[in-house]
């Protein structure tokens, strides 16, 4: 639960200070799946789900952080920040402050309280949610402002440089540019973007497999590398090919064998996921779910075998989805290896539809997952 008027009060008692409040949500992407590094194109859409950061300003020059969810306190100097990632919550808004203060910033001190219920290590960004969060609450407190764009660059860097994980744009974007009703497509090269409309009439149905994902974790980490093999091979041929964004299907018939056979299967289903996911956007303006459908279900046999970053439960998520009335398409999202599958349903079967998916799945694997009907929601904004 995100209840920014509880939050307040939990801030006010706290820390004796009325905070301003900041949400920032967490995603579900419909299609695009390691495409964004590669600077490819993504389709995400922001969902209910959300971390909420109440902050305001101290006069004593600390620093205090504080977690809902974990029930912790964090204190330090706002002059001497951490200096490296302990592999815990406050990671994130340290790695925010790291980037910030990089950037010429002087953090103030500051009470920050974080409270949100984005599922943790089930691929659907609780991570960005957080790092956005903290982001536009302590812009505001600086007095800065930052494009949705240029909030999504930042956080991403607090990721990549100070939490260490090897993570690309999609969730930190989606988080800070996230449109209702709307899923987004994304070229992840330049940031360029446009909104698809997903209609009243279609429900984004997450099914949480309950197999915790982690993109700090190794899987994500070779993928990415066996990715970059690939396109480095491709490019001693065609310097032009900078990033699998540029190659084509007909580099890898010709060059493919230079490649580990790891590296070509994951470069046939980047390559070709590209092609997948603009096509979707296509569908979906155009309201061709049949077409978009079709396409999901090409997505994750690509990311199952090709991609090999879906487990045993996913690929029973979605093959237990298949005949069930209302569905439009079904696959793994997120970094893979677990986390949630998303499914388009016909919004009028939606109850219907999770209802008989969760016992399918805990008939057939022996876990009761948990299934959220959703809706596309708005990116980061300040509550007042
Ligand atoms: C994680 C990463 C994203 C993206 C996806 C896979 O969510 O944070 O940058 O690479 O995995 O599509």
């Not at 953090?107 to 969060?133: F, M, Y």
């Not at 303006?285 to 045993?312: P, W």
């Amino acid at each position: 639960m995100h209840d920014p008027a509880a939050l307040r009060l939990l801030h006010q008692k706290r820390f004796q200070s009325a905070p301003s409040i900041f949400a920032a949500p967490g995603r579900v992407n419909l299609i695009g799946e390691h495409t964004d590094y590669a600077e490819g194109f993504v389709m995400p859409a922001a969902i209910e789900f959300a971390t909420l950061a109440a902050i305001s300003p101290r006069t004593d020059g600390k620093v205090v952080l504080y977690s809902e969810n974990f029930g912790e306190e964090c204190t330090f100097d706002a002059s001497a920040l951490p200096r490296s990632a302990e592999k815990r919550w406050t990671d994130y808004p340290i790695g925010v402050f790291a980037v910030l203060a990089g950037e010429g910033h002087t953090i103030p001190g500051l009470s920050l309280s974080l409270w949100g219920d984005v599922p943790v290590a089930s691929g659907l960004s609780s991570s960005a949610a957080l790092e956005v969060a903290t982001a536009l609450a302590v812009a505001s407190l600086l007095g800065v402002s930052y494009t949705g764009p240029e909030l999504a660059r930042l956080c991403q860097r607090a990721e990549n440089e100070f939490v260490g994980a090897s993570s690309g744009i999609m969730d930190q974007f989606i988080s800070a540019n996230g449109a209702e009703d709307h899923a987004l497509l994304l070229d992840c090269r330049d940031l360029s973007f446009r909104l698809a409309p997903i209609p009243h009439s279609v429900a984004l149905v997450i099914a949480n497999t309950m197999v915790k994902h982690s993109v700090a974790g190794g899987e994500y980490t070779t993928r990415r590398a066996e990715v970059e093999e690939a396109c480095a091979v491709i490019a001693r041929h065609r310097p032009v090919v900078r990033f699998l964004r540029d190659a084509t299907v007909s580099d890898l018939e010709k060059w493919g064998h230079e490649m580990s056979p790891n590296a070509l299967k994951r470069a046939r289903h980047v390559i070709t996921e590209n092609l997948r996911t603009v096509a979707a956007a296509e569908a979906l303006i155009h309201h061709d779910l049949k077409e978009l459908g079709r396409l999901m279900a090409e997505a994750h046999t690509s990311y199952s075998q090709d991609f090999e970053a879906s487990c045993v439960e996913a690929d029973a998520m979605v093959a237990l989805a298949q005949d069930l009335p209302g569905l439009i398409g079904a696959r793994l999202t997120g970094g893979g290896f677990g986390g949630c599958t998303i499914n388009l349903v016909e919004a009028e079967k939606a109850s219907e539809f999770a209802e008989a998916l969760a016992a399918r799945y805990a008939g057939e694997i022996g876990i009761v997952p948990q299934v959220h009907i959703c809706h596309a929601s708005a990116g980061a904004h300040r509550i007042d």
